[in-house]
Nanobody
Framework: VQLQASGGGLVQAGGSLRLSCAAS????????MGWFRQAPGKEREFLAA????????YYADSVKGRFTISRDNAKNTVYLQMNSLKSEDTAVYYC?????????????????WGQGTLVTVSS
């Protein structure tokens, strides 16, 4: 499976962005999909995950209530809607796919990654 993330850009604090991650491959609909981010000098941080059928979602406390993960299996795409953005949300955002729901918060729990898309939030 190959992933292509898009939708990043420059936004003012308080604004919104929607990231997309398009997947190729026939296993997308059964894959757990997650979003991570990495700011300069920091470790990669888990943000959110959604189960294969899309019935289950899980969020890091840092984004709960502001970010929403969703997927459209007909389009082989997973989304991250980001609202009320803050300057500390500035980072490169990555989508990832895996198979084990128990490992969703770990980068090592994912088998394939997109290339990342940069989000810059100006204050």
């Amino acid at each position: 499976v190959q992933l292509q993330a898009s939708g990043g850009g420059l936004v003012q604090a308080g604004g919104s962005l929607r990231l997309s991650c398009a997947a190729s491959g026939r296993t997308f609909s059964s894959s757990v999909m997650g979003w991570f981010r990495q700011a300069p000098g920091k470790e990669r941080e888990f943000l959110a995950a959604v189960s294969g059928p899309g019935g289950n979602t899980y969020y890091a406390d840092s984004v709960k209530g502001r970010f929403t993960i969703s997927r459209d299996n007909a389009k082989n795409t997973v989304y991250l809607q980001m609202n009320s953005l803050k300057s500390e949300d500035t980072a490169v955002y990555y989508c990832a796919g895996g198979t084990n729901w128990a490992l969703i918060r770990l980068a090592s729990g994912y088998n394939y990654w997109g290339q990342g898309t940069l989000v810059t939030v100006s204050s």
